[in-house]
């Protein structure tokens, strides 16, 4: 039965897209099956990664002793938090305190159904696009599944009843909104260069013209700390909050439930590196090198592209790592400023600039793949980014800023401290 | 109504938030590439403790394997902790010895004091740190427990060389 079905009469060439409804459909479940399986067992990993590199920056060893190096600890975390007893709160909601932790995870990994992570592959049905599923929108299908993120978050709060995880839940709601919309913008620019919404051709965009790293850089910076705030990892965790909301959202969890969060925190993580390294750094490209990105499609290409993939992402999720070790929490007003009043005004305005330039090039006839778009597009670049460094840096705009202090009111404290009781006394 | 917060005037090498985040990033993987290995692999691993060390007791013996203690009383009754139980009794050649003698680990201050005071080095602290039991009951030492105990001893703090060199 299968033979027959794979078996086909007339010849195939290998570097067209498979047509034929049995392979294309088993090939999916396939890659499916592949996708989610290597997908958990990072997630596993990451959380072992991220105690290994969190140890290694406070000069610990962390975990070593199950097993080779401790890599058994995985096993032993996965283990002990299926065995442990779940608690459910009298006063919840089970219905929603149930789904919560799945809703949490769910998004994160569907996003990676349209995430091409290599080179197509020719097989004998045909060429297979390597991405669980090639969607001719798959932008705005990660845009749309990855805000749905939030409501796991915001459902397990507020079932849980409790008011830390109430507060955990708004707070994240409230973050989301806010980062969503400079996230949103600052995908607009690499939309306007690519002038496709489908991956895969911003992939081979970025290929011909330049990563958008350099040619979109404040776009890119922008994305990257909203990325933070929508994955809640630090500086960003204010849903978390350990030190004012006990555990924030997920307070009132335990045992898998509990631990569903963290591993849909980490397979956020993920989702956001192989984001970013695809919408700004040229996804599977090799840079400096046209070999990867034409035709004939071959198998040692799929593979050293899987492989630039792969370092790409792990990069991006030490980034996520080396930065949660080492920056303290934002407060929740300065959360709301940065995005508010920083980078949702940055990035509106980077938008009209690059719009504007791109309207100004075609206009002068410049092609998109020439050198001189390039080089125009990163020249401007520089300015853009030289400016906004220059203003974040004299700006304080992380300080609350509500009103500097005058001279003369320090002045003024400072006379009242020196006479206050409480200062030390001088003389007899 | 917005929470007006002072912020001080400082200058903006200080101030600046960005200069500070990637002084930090810097300084976190200086620390992931070259850690300060201060981590001792606990129990393949051991500090040495001090000579002075004053952990459990230990009673020494005799060379006929009877303790040395002579029932004299000084140590409960130095003892600030109130710890120490003894019932004196006197053989028939009139040599006395402690009949009971119990110390209570878990109300002992450590303070050294009964290694001070005992006339016959009988009774001394030891150089000794891993003392978990699971009940209370077993912290309570007998005299059989504190002569069979074989970790090394303490020295006794001297006036002459104060820092123990
Ligand atoms: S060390 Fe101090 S408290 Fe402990 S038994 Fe000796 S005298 Fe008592
Ligand atoms: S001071 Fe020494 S001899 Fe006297 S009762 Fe205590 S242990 Fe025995």
Redesign the pocket.
């Known amino acids: 039965m299968i033979q027959a079905v794979f078996s086909h009469g007339g010849v195939i060439d290998p570097q067209t897209p498979i047509e034929d409804f049995w392979p294309f459909t088993i090939l999916t479940i396939v890659k499916m099956v592949v996708v989610f399986t290597v997908y958990m067992v990072g997630v596993a990993l990451l959380t072992f990664a991220e105690r290994k590199i969190s140890a290694w920056i406070q000069d610990r060893i962390g975990p070593n002793r199950v097993l080779w190096k401790g890599f058994g600890q995985v096993l032993a975390d996965g283990v002990k938090n299926f065995m442990k007893e779940e608690t459910y709160p009298e006063a919840a909601y089970k219905a929603l305190f149930i789904l919560a932790p799945m809703l949490a995870f769910v998004p994160a990994m569907v996003t990676w159904a349209v995430i091409p992570f290599a080179s197509p592959l020719p097989t004998r049905w045909g060429l297979m696009s390597m991405a669980v599923a090639d969607l001719p929108v798959g932008f705005l299908f990660t845009l749309a599944i990855s805000s749905l993120g939030v409501y796991g978050i915001v459902l397990a709060g507020w079932s849980s009843n409790n008011k830390y995880a109430l507060l955990g839940g708004l707070r994240s709601s409230a973050q989301m909104i806010s980062y969503e919309i400079a996230m949103g913008m600052s995908t607009v620019c690499v939309l306007l260069l690519a002038g496709n919404v489908n991956l895969n051709s911003i992939v081979e965009q970025q290929a011909t013209q330049g990563w958008n790293v350099v040619l979109l850089s404040v776009a890119f910076l922008v994305f990257f700390v909203a990325t933070y705030a929508e994955t809640n990892r630090l500086p960003f965790d204010m849903p978390e909050a350990e030190s004012e909301l006990i555990a924030g959202y997920h307070t009132e969890y335990s045992a898998m439930k509990f631990s569903m969060f963290p591993i849909s925190e980490y397979a956020n993580m993920v989702t956001a590196s192989a984001l970013t390294s695809l919408l700004f750094f040229g996804g599977w490209d090799i840079p400096f090198t046209t070999w990867d990105n034409v035709p004939p499609w071959t198998t040692l290409k799929t593979i050293v592209t899987l492989g630039v993939f792969a370092i790409k992402v792990i990069f991006f999720l030490f980034t996520f790592m080396w930065i949660r070790w080492t920056l303290p929490r934002f407060r929740y007003d300065q959360l709301m400023s940065l995005g508010w009043k920083v980078m949702l005004p940055a990035i509106l305005a980077y938008v009209v600039i690059i719009a504007g330039t791109l309207l100004g090039l075609d206009a002068a006839g410049i092609a998109r793949s020439s050198r001189a778009f390039t080089g125009i597009l990163f020249g401007l670049n520089l300015a853009c980014v030289g400016v906004l460094l220059f203003v974040l840096d004299r700006g304080r705009l992380l300080s609350p800023a509500q009103s500097r202090l005058k001279s003369a009111e320090l002045s003024r404290l400072r006379q009242v401290a020196s006479r206050s009781t409480l200062a030390p006394v001088t003389g007899d | 109504m917005a929470i007006t917060v002072k912020v001080l005037n400082r200058p903006i090498a200080e101030a600046s938030y960005l200069r500070a985040t990637l002084g930090g990033m810097a300084r976190t993987f200086k620390h992931m590439v070259n850690p300060h290995k201060v981590t001792v692999q606990y129990p393949e691993m051991r500090e040495p403790v001090s000579p002075r060390w004053r952990g459990t007791h230990r ?1 020494l013996t005799t060379e006929d394997g009877k ?10 009754t ?1 003892c600030p902790a109130n710890c ?1 139980k ?1 019932v ?1 009794g006197e053989d028939e050649q009139g040599n006395r010895y ?1 009949l009971v ?1 119990e110390i209570d680990e878990f109300r002992c201050i450590f303070c050294g004091y ?1 290694q001070e ?7 001394h602290m030891g150089r000794h740190y891993e003392n978990a039991e699971y009940s209370r009951a077993s912290f309570v030492y007998d005299l059989e427990r504190l002569t069979a105990q074989t970790h090394p001893v303490s020295q006794l703090w001297d006036p002459s060389d104060p820092a123990g060199e």
């Open positions: 009673m303790a040395k203690c002579v029932g004299c009383g000084l140590c409960p130095v120490i003894l004196p402690p003698f009964c005071v005992c006339p016959e080095e009988a009774i």
